[in-house]
């Protein structure tokens, strides 16, 4: 009974913060207390990309989990790039890959290139979803080659 009510208050407190009545999808699960945060961002050609951001916890000091990131509509099979463009005029480019209307794979990648081909180099790039909210990504290179990307939000919605 006391995760239900930690859960409400919670709920409550975003709504009356303007999260939830700015548009911005919002939603807390309660398995296991463990809570998702959804953002939408508006991609250059008009789609809708979700990202789904799981912490361990509904509280401000809770850890990112796992972030998953996918088409908001169902789309029947092909690849799918969405283009986003970033406020220094960077691109993030979001690729699927759908079968049976499932998402079989999906990388973020970016049009930064990289200033040496020596060594390790990150790129910090930023998108503000429909609700206002930032989304941190940080971009891996190495020897001038993309290893990997990092994404999370600019500010934890719990805190």
């Known amino acids: 009974m006391q ?3 930690y859960i409400i208050v919670i709920v409550i407190m975003l709504s009356l913060g303007g999260k939830i009545a ?3 999808p919002i939603s807390v699960q309660a398995d296991q207390l463990e809570a998702s945060v959804y953002y939408d961002f508006v991609s250059q050609s008009g789609d809708i990309l979700r990202i789904r951001v799981q912490y361990e916890a509904a509280t401000p000091t809770a850890e990112i989990h796992e972030v998953q990131f996918a088409p908001l509509e169902p789309k029947p099979d092909g ?3 969405y283009n986003h463009l970033t406020s220094d005029s960077q691109k993030i480019i979001f690729t699927f890959v759908v079968k049976n209307y499932r ?14 081909n020596v060594g390790e180099e990150q790129k910090v790039l930023s998108l503000k979803s429909r609700g206002g909210y930032v989304m941190l990504f940080t971009f891996s290179f190495n020897n001038g080659q993309y290893t990997g990307a990092n994404i999370k939000p600019k500010i934890n919605p719990f805190s």
Request: glycine letters at 4%.
């Open 3 to 5: 995760k239900l009510i």
């Open 22 to 24: 700015s548009g911005e």
């Open 79 to 81: 690849e799918y790039v």
């Open 103 to 116: 998402l079989l794979w999906a990388q973020v990648e970016t049009d930064y290139k990289p200033q040496s």
